[in-house]
């Protein structure tokens, strides 16, 4: 089964194009980053996927409570004929939301926004035989910076962003992403965000640093895409995953820490790159909320704050933001 509408806005060479970007950037920076999207190749989001089941990460779990005890809820305070998921992925939460949408009376189209091709193709086709009379419109595009390539048909849209993936931003950059998202939306329509909430320490970094060993592997593997897209001679055996609680910015932040003193060239950059012996790179953010910051951060991007709900025990919450 094909997709009956797939709109391109980002390609491969595009996507290489922004990791060279990134690398040089974040490589040459004090302290060294980089961005967190490089951590999702295949094996990277396999190893998401494994991450997921780990009893240790209840974000996933608790999201998907939170889902399914509010979508009835979230449906109705959205009011929306269309759902638009931001990093669809899998779409492996989605028809939580379009059942919601088709008990509401509303629900007439899917708009699947994802970088990868791949997963959108493999996704959408089971949805299309789920839901037969739904119109959807799958986009290839990198959200963060194409929010104007989301197609709109005088409807009324619920863009969602699940996942926790609002908490990977900086500060800066969620405010650039809100206020993008605003201006792309018309008044009335809605915003539907997952956030993780601040919790005890204990749990939060256990969640990120696992003892099987998974997340480990997960963050190790940005090395691999770096060795491969950019022909890069990381040793991945020369770095230790970290997870890190760094309270004055409510974020566990992901780092790879050198083992010993390297020196890393980067062929396809014509760069070289010294490590000193326990050098930290930061791999990834995840911010932490409370109902008053999201409130706040939204607010001051046009939207009003017009839903919170969580799973049962308060983990993980989703806010229904409707634009002024």
């Known amino acids: 089964m094909s997709l009956p509408a797939l709109d ?77 998921e931001l990093g669809s992925g899998s779409s492996s939460k989605t028809p939580v939301l379009l059942d919601a949408l088709h008990r509401a009376g509303t629900l007439r189209r899917y708009v699947p926004v994802d970088v990868s091709p791949s997963a959108l193709e493999e996704a959408v086709p089971g949805l299309i035989g789920a839901y037969p009379e739904l119109d959807v419109h799958a986009v290839v595009a990198d959200f963060t910076s194409d929010l104007r390539s989301v197609p709109s048909d005088g409807g009324r849209r619920l863009v969602a962003l699940l996942g926790g993936t609002f908490g990977n931003f900086e500060p800066a950059d969620r405010q650039t992403f809100l206020a993008a998202l605003a201006d792309a939306l018309e008044p009335g329509e809605a915003f539907l965000v997952g956030t993780d909430l601040v919790k005890d320490e204990s749990t939060l970094v256990a969640a990120y640093d696992d003892s099987q060993g ?111």
């Open 8 to 84: 391109v806005h980002l390609t491969a060479d595009d996507a290489d194009a922004a990791l060279r970007t990134d690398a040089r950037r974040g490589l040459t920076s004090t302290p060294k980053i980089l961005t967190p999207q490089w951590l999702y190749d295949a094996r990277g989001s396999e190893l998401f996927e494994q991450i997921t089941a780990l009893p240790e990460y209840y974000p996933f779990t608790a999201e998907r409570e939170a889902l399914a005890a509010h979508s009835d809820a979230i449906a109705r305070t959205a009011d929306a004929d269309t759902l638009v």
């Open 214 to 324: 998974v997340t480990a592997a997960f963050n190790l593997n940005v090395l691999s895409v770096l060795n491969r897209v950019l022909g890069a001679d990381f040793d991945r055996s020369g770095f230790d995953h970290l997870a890190v609680w760094v309270p004055q910015s409510s974020r566990i932040e992901m780092r790879l820490r050198a083992r010993r003193p390297m020196h890393v060239r980067v062929s396809e950059l014509d760069l070289e790159i010294d490590f000193a012996a326990g050098e930290e790179m930061r791999t990834e953010i995840s911010t932490k909320f409370t109902r008053e910051r999201i409130r706040d951060e939204l607010a001051a991007a046009g939207f009003s704050h017009d839903g919170w709900f969580t799973d049962p025990q308060g983990r993980f919450a989703l806010s229904v933001a409707v634009r002024r």
